[in-house]
């Protein structure tokens, strides 16, 4: 039954919400466009608004989904496993997408808002603190896993450190580019009234925002 749990969270996790969108809404795949990346930031940048707020939303509940599994089925594992084990995997490693996929943020916001919403609160007011006071993403997204691996050094509550490193580690490699753009002056901040050049007009006005 685990493993099938398992299976059932990485499929969860493989749906491209942000591909299905560019295609359906703009006749376009988005890892063609901006940053290449599949995920919300680069939704909003090269899709708008209201494109990034639908793949925001769905792929919190991709999260939520995959960690209410075995509460609903009444198991004795803890929902952060399928979360921030399967259902991150799904997303990043998307079997619907040729194993191209997103950087889980928002995912992982779905997963902690059910498997452990103090952990979530306080991952992802580190998440915007620190993009309100860099205006990068990347480096808000880097501190959603330095704080649940701080919280769970500290907390004798949750003895997750290990998976908790290799998630801030699995981090930091998904966002090597954006690194490595940082280190080049080429990172685009949040605020970049640039962002909006490369935006894409969509194929009907129903999104448009």
């Known amino acids: 039954m685990v493993w099938l749990l398992i299976l059932s969270s990485y499929l969860i996790g493989s749906i491209p919400t942000a591909l299905i969108v560019g295609k359906l809404v703009f006749g376009v795949d988005i890892r063609d466009h901006g940053s290449k990346n599949p995920g919300a930031t680069n939704t909003l940048r090269v899709l708008g608004k209201a494109s990034a707020i639908i793949v925001v939303l769905v792929d919190i ?37 040729g194993f191209r996929g997103g950087k889980a943020i928002a995912t992982t916001a779905g997963t902690l808002a059910v498997a452990n919403l103090p952990l979530g609160l306080l991952a992802f007011g580190s998440f915007f603190l620190v993009i309100f006071l860099s205006k990068y993403v990347f480096l808000g997204s880097i501190s959603v896993g330095l704080s649940m691996m701080v919280y769970s050094f500290i907390s004798q509550e949750l003895d997750f450190e290990l998976i908790f490193l290799s998630f801030t580690l699995f981090l930091l490699y998904l966002h090597r580019s954006n690194f490595r753009n940082f280190i080049l002056g080429i990172e685009p901040k949040i605020n970049d009234k640039n962002l909006v050049n490369d935006r894409l007009p969509p194929k009907n006005n129903s999104l448009k925002m």
């Open 61 to 97: 509940g991709k999260g939520a989904l995959a960690a209410y599994l075995p509460l609903y089925f009444n198991m004795d594992v803890d929902p952060l496993y399928f979360g921030l084990v399967a259902v991150v995997i799904g997303h990043c490693f998307p079997i619907f997408a």
